[in-house]
């Protein structure tokens, strides 16, 4: 694709970009939302088959294979945009450069990076500085200790968290923490704190 920001675009980009090209600009556009979303850590996933019904209710006929690509190469263009901190302008410059995509669909990305690039770049930027993931949902189970190697009747209550965190790369790692319920009662209290500190600013 040439030398600019997508010179690496990855295989099945231009059949992907064919799909989509082929979406009313309307479905294009909540699919680009979607993922835009997705990409600012406001959604943990991206829903293909919700958005397949949505597709189907207006007839537009995307296997579930060709809709994910779709997700695939839209997710690569605005993940890498947002790496290289392009403005909109470019963005369209260099997709026009790739002679993949139709006026209507650079319309569609130049009107959304135009809005919600900049939250992008802005979130890319930071995560970069700070390397910080964010925080995408939390798993908890209580469970009761009976034994171990060093004791046998332990009989002890403990909460298990599973933390599911979206790294500044964009990969979602999980991290696993064991606590007592007195640790736990405490982390609670820490995050009542913290939201009503959070509530008054």
Aim: aromatic share 6%.
């Amino acid at each position: 694709m040439g030398e600019g920001f997508l010179s690496d675009a990855p295989l099945g980009f231009s059949s992907a970009a064919e799909t989509l090209n082929a979406l009313p600009q309307d479905s294009l556009a909540e699919l680009c939302s979607e993922v835009l979303r997705f990409l600012q850590y406001k959604v943990g996933t991206i829903n293909i088959a919700r958005l397949q019904k949505k597709l189907d209710e207006r007839q537009c006929c995307v296997s579930k294979e060709a809709l994910q690509s779709g997700v695939n190469a839209l997710t690569y263009v605005f993940r890498s945009a947002a790496g290289a901190s392009v403005s909109a302008e470019d963005l369209v410059s260099e997709l026009q450069a790739s002679r993949i995509w139709s006026d209507a669909a650079l319309a569609v990305f130049k009107r959304l990076w135009t809005v919600q690039g900049k939250l992008l770049v802005e979130g890319s930027a930071a995560n970069k500085f700070l390397n910080v993931g964010q925080l995408l949902h939390i798993d908890w189970k209580l469970g009761m200790a009976v034994s171990s190697s060093s004791c046998r009747g332990l009989n002890t209550p403990f909460v298990s968290l599973v933390l599911h965190v979206a790294e500044p790369s964009g990969a979602v790692i999980q991290r696993s923490v064991e606590m007592t319920v007195p640790e736990f009662q405490n982390f609670a209290q820490e995050m009542k704190s913290m939201s009503g500190m959070l509530a008054t600013a």
